[in-house]
Structures are given as C-alpha cells and as structure tokens.
C-alpha cells in the first residue's frame, strides 16, 4: 500500500507543522539549542582531531610539552563541553515546553467544547470516548513533540558534518554521504514495519483489558458456577497473544538497535580503512582522520532522534484525528436578547406542543406534550421506562431545546431568555448526582456567594445537615477521589442542598430522591412548598409516597402525554398507571 | 504524598518477585553471555584507533597499511558478530520478560477470583482489573527499553574499565577519580528523580478527575450556569500539570548533562596527565586517543539512567502492587487442593442445611453480621429470609455458597447422618450441586445461549431453548429477534433488567443444582416480565432445596417457611400466614407494606 504510505508521511509532515506553529517561539529556541549541540558536537570531534594533532602526536614525536598549547586544549574541551550543554539544556527544556504547552492548549480547547457543546452532542459521545479524548488521545497527538527539536538537530548535524567532510577530505566525504542516507532509510523502514505492530499489541492490550473487566464484574457468578478454571483458560490465550504481539514488537526492536549501533560503528572503522591510506599518502593529517573517526562515534545517537520522532507520527496522527471532531463539533446553544421575568415566588411554567427527537432515532421520544404547572404548584411526571420523563425533565431547565413546539417560563420561550437566565430561575437535581471533587460548601455554592447560615440552612432543608456535621472538616471536607466517601443517598441530598440554596422559582427533580428515606423526600418538599414564595416543582418520580405529594400528576407513555389528574383518578382510570405504581411499589418492599 | 512511600526496597521487590516468576530465570546465562559479548563489540572501535595511530600510521617503518586493514577487516567481523550477539540477546530478553509477565499475568488473575474482595465493592474491583492489566503492561514496556538499556548499560561500564584497566591504570584511576562525584550524586538525582515525578503523577490524577468534570457533570454544568467556573477549574488543574512537568524536564535535564560535563573535565584531564605519562614513556599517542573514545561510554550509562528512572519507578509501582496482591491468602481455600486425604463430596440427592452456632464478623472486633445462628433446612423446603439492609442477609447466602466461611460454628451440608462440613467438601462437587443466582445476574458479552451454557458448558443451542421452554419461557425467547442466538451485548445490557434475571435464571436452571441460592433483583420490572419472572422461578424451584434472600413480600407469601433476620439474629421463623398473625418484626414489616400500598389491590399470591 504504497500509496496510503505516502499519505501518512505528507499527512504526519503537516502535523509536525501544526506542532510548529502551534508554538513558534518555543520551537524556535529548542532548535537553536538543538543547533547548539550539534555545532559543538562537530567541534568536539574537530577539538579531538586538534588535540591529536597539535598537542598529542608533537608531544610524543619530540619528548616534550608545551604548557600553554596544553591549557589551550583544556580551554577548548571545556569550553566545547559547556557551550554543548548549554545546547542540550535549550533544547530539551524548550522543547519540553512546546510539548507540554501544545497539550494544555488542546486540553483547554477540548475541555472548553465540552463545556460549550449541548447535551444532545454529550449524549452521541460515549462518555468514556470523551475522557480519553481530553486525556490521552491528546497527550498522544504532541508526544513527538518533545524529540522534534532534537531530530531537527540531528539534520543540521548531519549537514554540517558533510560540509566539513566535504572540506576535510572529499573521499572520506563518501563514506559519510553512504553511511548518513542508510541510517535514514533504516530510520523509516523501522517506523513502517513497527507501527502495524504496536497498534496490534496496542489492540491486544485493550482485549485482555475487556476480558479482565467482565471476568471480574462476574466475580459471583464466575465463582458460584466454579467456572475458575475456564476463565483463567479464556484470559490466558488472549494474555498469550498479547506476549507474541509484545515479542514481534521486541523483534523489529531487537533488530533496529543494533543495526543503528552498527552503521556509524563500520562507518568509523570504513573511515579509518581509507583515512590511513591517505594520511600516509599525504592528503590529510592524523587529526583530522581522528576527528572524523570520533565524529561517527558521536553521531549514532542524535541521528535516532529522526527515527524517534517519525515512528511515533502514527500514533500522534491517531490520536489527533480522535480529537479533530471534537474541536470542529459545532451546534453551540444561542441565546436570545431577553432578561428573566423578575418576579417572586414560583415560576408558571407552560408547554406548548413540545417534541423532541434523538438523533437517529426512528420515533420521537416526546410528541405534542402540553401541560401547565401554575406558579407554586407541584407536578410528578409519571412514566414507565423510556417514556421521555428524562428529556422531558431537561427541556424544562434547557438541558436541551425542543424540536417543536416551546417551553414558557412567565410566558417566555426559554431560548429567548439571555445566556444565564434560565440557570438563574431553575435548579435541576439530575438522575446520577454529580458531586465535584471539592469541599462539601463549594459543591453547594458552586462559587455563590452565601454565607455559612445560607449553607447549613440549605442542608437542614435536604437533610443533609446530620452527616455533614460528622464530617472531618465539616463543610471544608473534600469531597470525591481524595475526600470522604458518602453514600448514594447523602450524595443526593448535597445535590438536593445544592438546588434549595439558590431559592429557584422552578425545580425540577429528575428521579432525583431515590435514595434518599420518602420522609426526608417529604420533608424537602414540604420546607420548599412552606416557604413565603413557594418554589414550582416538577418532580420525575416512581414512589407513590413522592406521587402523593403533588397537586397533579402527568402520566407520559411513548413521549405523549396520556392522562392527567390527581393520584387517585389515574389509579381509577388509567390502567398501566395503577400496574406500574404497584409494580414500582413492590420492587420497593421493604423487604 | 510528595515522595512515594517505600515500604520495601527495589531489591526486596525484585527478589520477590523472581520466586513468582521462574520463567525469568530460564536461560539467563546464556543471555548474559550474550551480553558479554554485545557489551564487548563496543570497545572495538577504539582499539581500531589505538591500533591504527601506534602501529597502523606511526609504526617503526613508517605507515603500515597492509596491517590496518586487517585490522579494519578484523573489527567489522567483530562488529557484526556484536550486532548479531545483540540481536539474539534483545530478542530471548523480550521472550523471557513477556514470556514471565504473561505469567503473572494471569496467576494474578486467577488468584483474584480465589479472593473474596472481588465479591465486595464494585469501586475496589476497577483496580483489581489495573493489577492484571496496567500494572503489567507498565513492566513490559520498561523491559522493552530501559531493561535492556539497563543491562547493556553496566556491562559497557564494565568492559570499558577492563580495557581501560589495561592500556594504562594510571589513566583508568584518573577517568574513574572523575566519576567518583557523579556515582554519589546519582543517589541525590534519583530522590530527586522520584519526588518530581512523584508530583507529576498526583498532578495527572488532579487533571484527569477535573477534566471529568466537563463530562460527566455536563448537565450540572449546565443546568446551574456554572460553564465559567468549571472551565476555570479546568484551567487550573491543566496549568498545575503543565508546570509540574515542566519542572520535572528540567531536573531531568540538569541530571541528563551532568554526565557530560564530567565527561569534559574527564577528557581534559586525560589529555593533560596522558600527555606527561607519554613523555614519561608510559602510554602510546595510540592509547591516549582511545581513552577520549572510551570515555563516551561511561557516560551513556549515566544518561541513560536519568531517562530510565521515571519509567523503572512506575514498573516497580505497578510490580510491587501486583505482588501484594498475590501475597493476599484466599480467605477460602478448595480442600481438594489445601487438603486432598480430607476432600468430600457431597451425599447425593437434595440437600439440607445446619448452621451450628454460627457467627460471622467482617473484620476481627467488628459488629458481628450474624451472631449464634444455630437453624436447620430441611431438604426440598424453599425457605424466604427477609430483613432490612445491613441485617445479615447477604451474609447467609455467602455463607451457604463458602464465598466465605464462619468466624466461629459451621455449616454443613446434607442431612441426617450424611452431613458434610462445608469446609471439607471439594469445591468441584460444592459447585456442581450448590448455585446461587446472585443479585445482579450478570451476562456476559455473548449470545443468550453463551450465558445459558455458562451453567452447564457442552450444551447446544437446542437443548437451551429446550430449557427456556421447560420454564415456560419459550414464547419470551422465540419473540426476540434471533431466539436463543440473540447477543446480549456488554454486561447483557441490550436486555431489560428483567429479562437479565429471566436468563440468569436458565442458567442456574442448567446448572440442575441441588441446592439453589436466590438472592432476589430489587430492581423494578414491568408487569409482564414480573408475571414471567414468577413462573420461572416456581419451575426452578421446584423439588430443590431454596434459600431466597426476598425483596418482595409476595415471594415471602410463596414460601414454605421465612426467616426474619435482624441485626445478626434469625428473630422469627414460621409460615407467612403463621407469622403475619403474630406479634413480632413480621407483622409490622407487612403492615408497613400494606400501609404503603393502601387503596391498592393485593397483587396475586
């Protein structure tokens, strides 16, 4: 596949460009630190050649020393010495640099589509995809980066050196000009043959992953059946695949490592083949035969440098072609010119034949879905699974927008409401609580400016009050990886806090109380219902104690609305709403 | 958590875990032979020089050119014997590495389904999964650069002090005066080494939960207007990485030129002393320019070891942490294997069960999970035990099944005089006639006979719809659009959470035990499912001795006996309607329940 090679290298060519003009300052300092060390490379060979030939082999030949031409070649080898460090410390530092800023930046800009793309996009992208999106498909995309300069070095080395052969002696000249373009294409047939292999060993790895995952997730079964023996049998032939990819891999390698100490090796010994010849002929002195000899030596490593960087391309190309998508994913959520109504007290909320529709999906998940919840009013949104309570839910705060139709805040459509408004007047409290990896007030605040009272008196109303009180630290405990480990149920009700705090004249509860006790879940509801202006509050629930609380349910199947009432009429007259009441009702048995 | 605590030395670890690798030690002297020789082939140039300036160029009579190219033709023989020598020696060191990984690999696998952490909390499992994975993959892909790096490393230093040693010993004690102050410093540059990095990993952990948060809080994000200040979190924990690392590039660097600076003053100083030795008659001009060359390879090691050391700690992290979880003695051990003479089977035919006095605590000191429960089972009786969370219910099943075994008392199996100690019965047998359907009836990514045969391997496609027919779920099975053959997808999850337990519920069935453990879904299901769900499990257990952990009060109401469990103790025990009638926890536990469901009708017993 010659052709789709080629693409590759043009194709890896151009990203090695974006790297560059993603940070042209950087790269340029790393280069000339990389140009640096590569002058004083030469030199250092140069200064060797200078030493044998105007200190060493005199000194010898004529049984004495002169101190000032013997201080002048320390001067030189140190000097060359510090200049060449100097050299590598640019290089590496300053390509370090471009690396690690070229990922922040991309970091940055993935991170901020995230945050700036709606839900419906969220929702399309497995959220397992996204995090190695950010994480290391980005860190994959630069990894090159940091060998580039010094790559790019090795190229100015390699035309120096051929200059100064070219001057030195131009038959030597011809061993270089041999030796240099054979380590190059040694360089690139090893990227060509190692890249099919690591992605299968790569691809291999992520197999004995899988198995590992569901053979453990199965723990009990695996052991109750006493199916031991077979799972070990079942992950032991695919870790066996992955030693034979891991081997092949080691091959090529096992390979290419001598054969690239090798060549500047028989260079050095093909240059002293031919250099003796011509220094006993005449044509060019012992210090320099030395130069060239100890400039081979010297050569073998930064020369690997190109050999680096083009066997990591792929890789860097794959995984930047994972993160392109993302950075180019339009559908930003626009916002309209209008302020919120600044009224008190609960908002009226009003739907206006709303549908919505996921892509790709045959059927809508809503349709035609009308109702209205006065300001003040509770309504439970009652459904069986896949009924559309969820989007439903969203619609409400603009999680996302309708297909059809609107959705009316005090009579406003909520995609005219200017950026921020709509957050403002209506908390959510999802499905899965999300708790930042933050203190217990910050995950409440989250950067709201109130006080401690406002805090303690949020989570007195979610109940949370009990065990946030037994916290180490408190309110200042932190919360998540690091922090303490709360249960499902204090989870939700720190989310719960999180939603009264802001006194919003809407909230929507999304099956958000499962795990909380329905005295609690009463209690919440009571205190928001008991207060001087009384919040809206829809509620998506299951469990007729929360049902119960509301002036009205609204019963959804197949994302239409079928029925609406009080609790006691839809039991009489809607009969999958009484089989899925005691359906729920069952399965929550205190057993 | 600046410095990584070190609770055993590299080499403690590594002694370790050689005892649990014995692939590793196959054909290592030949592999270091091998070395030998790889490391050997690198001070042939040098001597090519030495030999072409002292005898090749300036030889008593004059240029000898003859004797320099035999010389050169020497040293590419000897070149490419070093390149092939080096070859043989990268590829058998990659084989024995992978070869002992894949190993421990998957002894590590197998011993974490003996342990019974796997059967706790879901959080603790994912890092299970790392010690198989990660963790290994972490020592391969040292092993595939710095192992041997490493090793050709010190045998270069080796050699080149040989040769070194015997060109001139003045000069060798002078290169090796000059390196003195680098091998101390190299302690204070690996401390260093290990504490920056130390802080670029916690760095990645901060980046990578802040970078979740504008996944999987999108909606929070959202829905409280708060895109500003999670993207200035964001920023912060990206900017925090980004000077961690680079502060980490720097040391490294500083470490990296070290080498080449002593390098310098190591050239300089040979040149000068070498130049008065050579007056004094003692070195050739030859030998000095081949001490400049071999002076390059002292230095490698020292580089090399600065790149090396980041990944080397980050595989002896990852070994340490798999040996440790070797170290872990199963909490259960099968007798056939701990104690073959002792090994039982199980009497044949249905089983009972007798706990004797039994007592279970979780962790020594802790509230006991069940205290002194002394009951017996008759064979064939399909007993319900009910109690609310936290009261020990759980704990019987996994007593039953020996995922664990009791603190104090004992188990047996059987009846009458045919009883068998748990603890003494093969787990070959154990697991033949003893199933337990647990909670979350997980499937595997594969068809639904695949699940099925998982109770009962060998059997076809045929004889599973067979046995969903025999359940009365052949019309379920037929409905789905390619029966039996219909894939589940991951963890079963393009099927309902119903339909999961229907499944898991053929797959015990297969299984044909003699003993069945339910631990009953609490997870909803709809109506229909519910109706099928019910008679299922009346075919599967029927004649079998059942114990139901029973989230529903109507599978008490099915039973022929229930359990009341709290705290630890068996409270109550009788029939649904006995007990329903007395005072006690079940009554209330019902009344509560009717209470909750008021104006309802009863569902169908």
Redesign the interface.
Known sequence: MPRRRDAVVRRGLRHVGRAIAGQPRMFTLALLGSSLYAAMTVASAFV?GA??QR???P??AQ???RAAT?TL??VA??G???L??VG??GR??FA??MG??L??DT??RV??Q???LP?SW?ARHP?GQ??SN??SDVESAWFFVSPLPFACGALVMIGITTVALLLTDPLLAVVGLVVFPLVFVTNIVYSQVMSPRVQRAQQL?AE??EI?????????????????A???RR??VR??E??DG??A???V???F???M??LP??G???V??IG??R??GGATT?GDL?SI??LF??LALPVRAIGWVLADLPRALAGYDRVTPVLDATGETAYGPEPAPTRDGGAALALTRVGYAFDGATRPTLSGVTFDVPAGGTVAVVG??GSGKSTLA?LL???VDPATGAVLLDGVDLRRLR??E???Q???V?QGT?L???TVRDNVT??GGYDDDEVWAALRTAAADDFVGRLPDGLDTRI??RGATLSGGQRQRLALA?AVI?RPRLLVLDDATSAVDPAVEARILDALRAAESPSTVVVVA?R??TIALADEVVWLENGRVLARGSH?EL?ADVPGY?????????????? | MTVPSRPEGAMATLRRGLRLMPEFRRGLPATFALALI?TAG?V??PI??QQ??DR???GPG??D?GL??T??LT??AV??V???A??R???R???TT??A??GL??RA??H???LSM??QQGES?GS??SR???DV?QM?VFM??GG?LGVVSVGQLVVATAVMAVYSWQLTVLVLVCFVPLAILVRVFARKLAAVYGVVRERV???????????????????????E???A???TA??R??RA??HA??V???V??TG??V???A??AV??V???L??AGDI??GT??AF??LI?LFVAPVQTASEVLNEAQNAMAGFRRVLDVLAVAPDVRDPAVAAPDRARELPRGPLGVRFEHVTFRYAPGARPALEDVDLAVAPRQRVAI???TGSGKTTFAKLV?R?MDPTEGRVLLGSGPEEVPLTEVA??S???R???V?QD??L??ATIADNVR??C?GMTDGDVAAAFDQLGLGPWVEGLERGVATPVG??GESL?AGERQLV?IA?AYV?DPDLL?LD?A??????AT?RRLTRALDTLTDGRTTLTI?????TAERADEVLVVDAGRVLQRGRHVDLVEAEGPYAR?HA??RR??A???Q?AA
């Not at chain 1, 009484?578 to 057993?591: G, P």
């Not at chain 2, 952990?205 to 895109?227: H, Q």
């Open positions: 060797i030493v044998t200190v060493v082999l000194a010898f049984g004495h020393a013997l070649a320390v080898i140190v060359v010495a510090v060449k460090i590598i410390l590496r530092l370090g640099i690690y800023r990922q922040a970091r940055r991170t901020g995230y945050l700036r839900l969220h959220t996204l995090l950010a994480n790895r004995v992953s590992a995952h569901e053979s453990f997730d199965a723990g009990l079964v695996v052991k109750t059946l006493g199916r031991e077979d799972e070990t992950f032991a870790a066996d992955l030693r891991l081997v891999v080691g091959r390698r096992g390979l490592d001598p054969l100490e090798a090796s028989l050095t010994l093909v002293l083949l003796a010849g220094v006993a012992a030395i000899a100890y030596t010297l069986p699974t969203g705060v603009r999680l950026e921020g709509a957050s403002g209506a908390a959510f999802a999300f930042f990896d933050d989250l950067g998540g990886e999180r802001r299951y007729q104690a006691d039991l009484a089989a899925l009441v005691r359906a729920y009702q069952q399965a929550e048995v205190a057993a | 790889a690198r042939v140039v090519a020089v072409t300036i090749g160029l300036s004059g240029p050119l320099v190219r010389l050169v040293c590419v070149v490419l070093t390149g092939i080096v070859y020696m990268n590829v060191l990659f084989r992978e070869t990984l894949a690999r998957v696998f197998r974490v389904h003996d796997l059967h499992r299970l999964v198989v994975t990660s993959d391969s595939q650069w041997v952990g901060d980046l990578l939960a802040a970078v979740a948060e504008s996944v999987v809080g999108a909606p929070t994000v959202r829905a409280y207007g708060i895109r200040r999670t993207a979190r964001i920023d990206i900017g990485h980004y690392s680079v590039q720097k490294t660097a500083s990296y030129v080449e600076l390098a310098a003053f050239n300089a040149v000068v070498g130049v008065q050579g007056l050739s001009a000095l320019i400049l060359f390059t009910v109690g609310e099944t995922l787990f070959a154990l697991r033949a003893v199933v337990m647990p009836g997980f595997f990514d998982y109770g391997p991951q963890r309902s898991a797959r299984a453990v009953e609490t997870s909803a299901v709809d109506p519910e029973a989230h529903r009060l109507s536990l509560s329940w909750s469901s104006g309802q009708p569902p």
